[in-house]
């Protein structure tokens, strides 16, 4: 039986179709694009993109029209004969090689051109970052300055960043969309990926992501950038190359060598605080002033780049006593930080006895934007809830529980001798704020 063929029908749904198309193109705004070219790579790519979306819309064009004009002219009519026959066409079979391979060398030279470019060792005077992935959150060293942070990264506009990607455990991949450049994290083996923030860029932030599945919280390990000026990313270097100043000891005249780390009472011998005086430089009388804590403004991000700020809901799986938010002692804090498992997987700079390098650094946590891999703001609501029991806040997290009374979700046991009360937790939150 013979279809009847209704042009009408089809033009409507490939109208309709058309239609739908171009709704879902207007959908919103994407701040994770990465047609963005705000950086060298980015901008080689894109370009490159341009390019074979250009060949490959006409080599898409060409074929379909060759397709229907085929298809209409040749269809099966009532009462028609046999075709004719045609067994080969020499020139037909040599155009149809020729046009493919001519198109090609259209995409081979741009492509080559651009894997050549962006796999290039970088300039030397690059500005050096290296990189380290951890289930499941990023560690950040800037070995040319003395700098470990973690989640958070800055770059200075129009300096080229040479990153240096390793991991300590399981394949990671490291990408921040708005710069282009996803490159993997491979054991055993270090990779590189360079870029330049282009010159004028003005001071931005974006999400930067783990692109290879690594485990159950593998869509919870993020960070976040922030593109800055010169002058800005010398101001935040300032500041990060300062060891932990706890700002309830003030700054007092110094006549002889520079003093030790203080012990407060309790602890052992292990210090959590280094005073204003162990920081102080051996010719001079008194202790310099801490140079002024400079992040990417709060106020820049909520007003510019709210898409940056996490929005992740807090577990229902375990309580907190809000009314003692914001009352914690920062004192009790830290001798009480002292005295933790804390201090065997954290380090905070200037506390000779307390450098582990399991987790995050902690050492300017307070100025921080966000906590636990870039899932939630840093604010006292959600590091209290963090510290009461992070597994339970992000799964898989190696961090233990630490809240008195919780059933940890992977040892399944409750935790009560060593435990923290939801006060102590408190006074610990209030520690750790402060050192900014």
Same mark, same amino acid.
């Given at each position: 039986?013979?279809?009847?063929?209704?042009?009408?029908?089809?033009?409507?749904?490939?109208?309709?179709?058309?239609?739908?198309?171009?709704?879902?193109?207007?959908?919103?705004?994407?701040?994770?694009?990465?047609?963005?070219?705000?950086?060298?790579?980015? #901008?080689?790519?894109?370009?490159?993109?341009?390019?074979?979306?250009?060949?490959?819309?006409?080599?898409?064009? &060409?074929?379909?029209?060759?397709?229907?004009?085929?298809?209409?002219?040749?269809?099966?009519?009532?009462?028609?004969?046999?075709?004719?026959?045609?067994?080969?066409?020499?020139?037909?079979?040599?155009?149809?090689?020729?046009?493919?391979?001519?198109?090609?060398?259209?995409?081979?030279?741009?492509?080559?051109?651009?894997?050549?470019?962006?796999?290039?060792?970088?300039?030397?005077?690059?500005?050096?970052?290296?990189?380290? &992935? /951890?289930?499941?959150?990023?560690?950040?060293?800037?070995?040319?300055?003395?700098? #470990?942070?973690?989640?958070?990264?800055?770059?200075?506009?129009?300096?080229?960043?040479?990153?240096?990607?390793?991991?300590?455990?399981?394949? /990671?991949?490291?990408?921040?969309?708005? *710069?282009?450049? !996803?490159?993997?994290?491979?054991?055993?083996?270090?990779?590189?990926?360079?870029? #330049?923030?282009?010159?004028?860029?003005?001071?931005?932030?974006?999400?930067?992501?783990?692109?290879?599945?690594?485990?159950?919280? /593998?869509?919870?390990?993020?960070?976040?950038?922030?593109?800055?000026?010169?002058?800005?990313?010398?101001?935040?270097?300032? /500041?990060?190359?300062?060891?932990?100043?706890?700002?309830?000891?003030?700054?007092?005249?110094?006549?002889?060598?520079?003093?030790?780390?203080?012990?407060?009472?309790?602890?052992?011998?292990?210090?959590?605080?280094?005073?204003?005086?162990?920081?102080?430089?051996?010719?001079?009388?008194?202790?310099?002033?801490?140079?002024?804590?400079?992040?990417?403004?709060?106020?820049?991000?909520?007003?510019?780049?709210?898409?940056?700020?996490?929005?992740?809901?807090?577990?229902?799986?375990?309580?907190?006593?809000?009314?003692?938010?914001? !009352?914690?002692?920062?004192?009790?804090?830290?001798?009480?930080?002292?005295?933790?498992?804390?201090?065997?997987?954290?380090?905070?700079?200037?506390?000779?006895?307390? *450098?582990?390098?399991?987790?995050?650094?902690?050492?300017?946590?307070?100025?921080?934007?966000?906590?636990?891999?870039?899932?939630?703001?840093?604010?006292?609501? =959600?590091?209290?809830?963090?510290? !009461?029991?992070?597994? =339970? *806040?992000?799964?898989?997290?190696?961090?233990?529980?630490?809240?008195?009374?919780?059933?940890?979700? !992977?040892?399944? *046991?409750?935790?009560?001798?060593?435990?923290?009360?939801?006060?102590?937790?408190?006074?610990?939150?209030?520690?750790?704020?402060?050192?900014?």
């Amino acid at each position: 039986m013979v279809g009847t063929f209704r042009p009408r029908r089809m033009a409507s749904v490939a109208l309709l179709g058309a239609l739908a198309f171009g709704l879902a193109a207007c959908g919103g705004e994407y701040p994770n694009s990465t047609f963005n070219p705000n950086s060298d790579f980015n #901008t080689a790519i894109d370009a490159l993109w341009d390019k074979l979306l250009f060949w490959g819309t006409l080599v898409f064009i &060409g074929v379909e029209a060759a397709l229907v004009y085929t298809i209409f002219k040749f269809r099966r009519r009532p009462g028609g004969g046999v075709p004719k026959q045609v067994h080969g066409n020499t020139a037909l079979e040599i155009t149809w090689t020729a046009i493919p391979a001519v198109i090609l060398i259209f995409i081979a030279i741009p492509t080559v051109t651009t894997i050549f470019k962006t796999q290039a060792k970088a300039a030397p005077e690059a500005l050096q970052v290296e990189v380290i &992935g /951890h289930q499941w959150w990023w560690e950040f060293r800037y070995p040319q300055y003395g700098i #470990t942070t973690a989640n958070e990264l800055y770059l200075p506009s129009g300096r080229t960043v040479n990153f240096q990607l390793k991991t300590v455990d399981v394949l /990671h991949s490291f990408w921040i969309p708005q *710069m282009g450049g !996803k490159r993997d994290l491979i054991s055993n083996r270090t990779n590189y990926l360079w870029f #330049t923030p282009n010159k004028d860029l003005p001071s931005s932030a974006w999400n930067g992501f783990c692109a290879e599945f690594c485990g159950p919280s /593998h869509a919870n390990m993020r960070f976040r950038v922030f593109n800055v000026t010169d002058g800005e990313f010398g101001q935040w270097v300032a /500041h990060q190359k300062q060891p932990a100043i706890f700002p309830a000891v003030a700054l007092a005249p110094v006549t002889a060598a520079p003093a030790v780390p203080t012990v407060p009472s309790g602890t052992g011998s292990t210090p959590v605080l280094q005073t204003a005086a162990a920081v102080a430089s051996a010719d001079t009388t008194t202790a310099p002033a801490p140079v002024p804590v400079w992040v990417f403004p709060k106020e820049k991000i909520e007003k510019e780049f709210a898409y940056t700020i996490p929005k992740t809901p807090i577990t229902t799986l375990i309580s907190f006593d809000e009314s003692l938010m914001g !009352k914690g002692d920062a004192e009790r804090g830290r001798q009480l930080y002292g005295r933790s498992s804390c201090i065997g997987c954290h380090a905070i700079g200037g506390t000779p006895f307390n *450098m582990a390098g399991v987790g995050p650094n902690l050492t300017h946590v307070g100025s921080r934007h966000t906590i636990a891999g870039g899932l939630y703001p840093n604010d006292t609501k =959600h590091l209290s809830y963090w510290i !009461k029991s992070a597994p =339970h *806040m992000k799964p898989g997290s190696i961090m233990p529980s630490l809240g008195k009374g919780v059933t940890d979700p !992977k040892t399944k *046991m409750v935790v009560n001798v060593g435990g923290l009360t939801d006060a102590e937790v408190a006074d610990i939150v209030a520690y750790l704020q402060a050192l900014k």
